[in-house]
């Protein structure tokens, strides 16, 4: 999860940072000051943006975002060596492209062959290996390797939908429609849970993680998928005959899943089922509804009036998940 770097939190920027910079001092040859401390030569201060990366309530690493000739570029990018290949960096990249959308540029400095490697699939698996790369003049380092691409283009999840928000919007509220489960809705709705958590809740989650939360023997196998659903009786949301969400509210109060199609996050589909919810509270008298909400939903829930009760962490398969108690008055 992103949170902003600012001045209450800077401190914990400045050690990161030079724990960057001492791994980073034998290719950019810098060396420590008489105080121990290497200089920092990039700062996340306006006009630039700085990020922290967030696994649970640990921070992990960070982003710097500067604009460059009207390109976003990030100029300082580091992962706390032991959250390594568990797919924090990308994650991290990811959630950082979504937040600046246009043209991009990734730069790596000369002898950074590790690195270049990383961004070319980063950027590649991004953008559907719609991108290009050059070598252009980066001093002080000269001819660097750089990735190009702009995101209000490239990825393949918005090429579907209206070009802007407003038009967006008001197509998907007069397309979007409620209706009961049907039995013959298990696989399309297995298949939204299995995909919206491999390529929505990965922002928030490890690769180990998502895959105890929803091994691939959850589309693989659907019977107690056909089981359950009966007895939950999801409401599900549809566009044109096509079913794009699904939630299990149940008769006490408590919503268990809760799942947009991957394409579709963002587009409405979320607000109309949580809409059907309220209604349904209302005409069954419920006046407390709750769930168990993941990093990823715990601002569209608070978004809709939910408070956090507590934070807890479920183990399954001996592998911690981080989720959110919440509740709201109806």
Not at 63 to 92: L, T
Request: glycine share 6%.
């Amino acid at each position: 999860m992103l949170e902003l770097i600012n001045e209450s939190n800077s401190h914990i920027f400045d050690e990161l940072a030079q724990d960057y910079e001492d791994e980073f001092s034998p290719t950019s040859g810098k060396k420590k000051n008489q105080d121990g401390k290497y200089s920092i030569d990039v700062d996340w201060r306006i006009p630039n943006v700085g990020y922290y990366w967030k696994e649970g309530s640990k921070i992990v690493g960070f982003s710097i975002i500067e604009s460059i000739d009207g390109y976003s570029e990030i100029v300082d990018f580091y992962v706390v060596p032991a959250y390594r290949k568990k797919m924090v960096g990308k994650n991290m990249a990811f959630a950082v492209f979504n937040k600046h959308p246009g043209p991009w540029r990734v730069r790596q400095i000369p002898g950074s062959e590790v690195t270049t490697k990383f961004w070319r699939k980063v950027v590649g698996e991004y953008t559907n290996e719609n991108y290009t790369e050059a070598q252009i003049e980066n001093p002080p380092w000269g001819l660097s390797v750089c990735q190009i691409f702009n995101n209000q283009i490239s990825q393949l999840r918005r090429r579907s939908y209206p070009e802007t928000g407003t038009e967006r919007d008001k197509t998907m509220k007069k397309e979007i429609s409620i209706r009961d489960y049907r039995s013959e809705d298990v696989e399309a709705l297995a298949n939204i849970y299995y995909n919206t958590i491999h390529r929505i809740n990965i922002q928030h989650y490890t690769e180990e993680q998502v895959n105890v939360w929803a091994p691939k023997s959850s589309v693989e196998n659907t019977e107690g998928w056909a089981k359950k659903f009966p007895r939950t009786k999801p409401i599900i949301a549809t566009v044109e005959d096509d079913i794009v969400g699904f939630a299990e509210f149940e008769p006490n109060g408590h919503i268990d899943c809760f799942y947009c199609h991957h394409e579709w996050v963002g587009k409405g589909i979320g607000s109309a089922l949580m809409k059907e919810i309220l209604q349904r509270a209302k005409n069954n008298h419920i006046h407390l509804i709750f769930s168990e909400v993941s990093i990823t939903a715990k601002p569209f829930f608070e978004k809709w009036g939910f408070r956090i009760v507590t934070q807890q962490t479920i183990i399954r398969k001996g592998i911690e998940l981080t989720n959110f108690k919440m509740e709201r008055i109806v």
